[in-house]
């Protein structure tokens, strides 16, 4: 069971747009720590996507951003893509711990 | 541009060391702002942070693996290493090494490094 609560798998048709919830508590997102994404297909590395709560790396479509709320963060994908379908992390801080979250699988349908 | 890879045997029997072993090629580890991380992916599940070691040789590892961790450092050959100890069929994972900027975020993974646990 991980700290930061993401839905097992979440899925979409191509073109929609599709939310990923990372939920925590105050000890960690709730007190201000920042969160990032990654994806992940199987058989790789994972491969930064969000950082410091909605900031895209070079390379990384704007279909995808984030954003933060309280003890919660959401990762959203707009103009859905078979591409994207991959698995999504989460990852933060709790008491100097740095955390993944479960993980999420992403279905194209 | 930088590169990571992982390397180390990939069958470990139960009880003994497993030893892995980080090379960044075209970069350099002297660098304050890199945190040289180990992170493990159970088959099937999701991400566990290991630990970092910082060029100066300073450590910090997850309290859930702390007493069976020892990570160093070799600058000289741009390789950074991890030993978990009294390994069981539970460390069988992939283990990825990772570059964490200013002890945030990961930028560079490796491709991974498969371990399987023998009895």
């Known amino acids: 069971q991980s700290v930061l609560t993401q839905p097992p798998s979440v899925s979409g048709a191509p073109g929609q747009r599709v939310t990923i919830s990372c939920t925590g508590s105050?000890?960690?997102?709730?007190?201000?720590?920042?969160v990032y994404w990654y994806q992940q297909f199987p058989g790789t590395a994972p491969k930064l996507l969000i950082s410091?709560?909605?900031n895209r790396p070079s390379g990384v479509p704007d279909r995808f951003s984030g954003s933060k709320s309280g003890s919660s963060a959401s990762l959203a994908i707009t103009g859905l893509q078979a591409e994207d379908e991959a698995d999504y992390y989460c990852?933060?801080?709790?008491?100097?711990?740095?955390?993944f979250g479960g993980g999420t699988r992403l279905t194209v349908l | 541009q930088v590169q990571l890879q992982e390397s180390g045997p990939g069958l470990v029997k139960a009880s003994q060391t497993l030893s892995l072993t980080c090379t960044v090629s075209?970069?350099?580890?002297?660098?304050?702002?890199?945190?040289w991380s180990w992170i493990r992916q159970h088959p099937g599940k999701g991400l566990e942070w290991i630990g970092y070691?910082?060029?100066?040789?300073?450590?910090y590892y997850n309290p859930a693996l702390k007493s069976r961790v020892t990570m160093s450092i070799d600058r000289s050959k741009s390789q950074f290493s991890l030993k978990l100890t009294s390994v069981t069929a539970a460390d069988a994972a992939m283990y990825f090494c990772?570059?964490?900027?200013?002890?945030?975020?990961?930028?560079?993974w490796g491709q991974g490094a498969l371990v399987t646990v023998s009895s």
């Open positions: 990852q933060s801080y709790d008491s100097s711990l740095l955390l």
């Open positions: 410091g709560n909605n």
């Open positions: 070691i910082l060029y100066i040789g300073s450590t």
């Open positions: 105050s000890s960690n997102i709730g007190a201000g720590f920042d």
């Open positions: 075209s970069g350099s580890l002297n660098n304050g702002s890199y945190f």
């Open positions: 990772a570059r964490l900027i200013s002890g945030d975020y990961f930028d560079l």
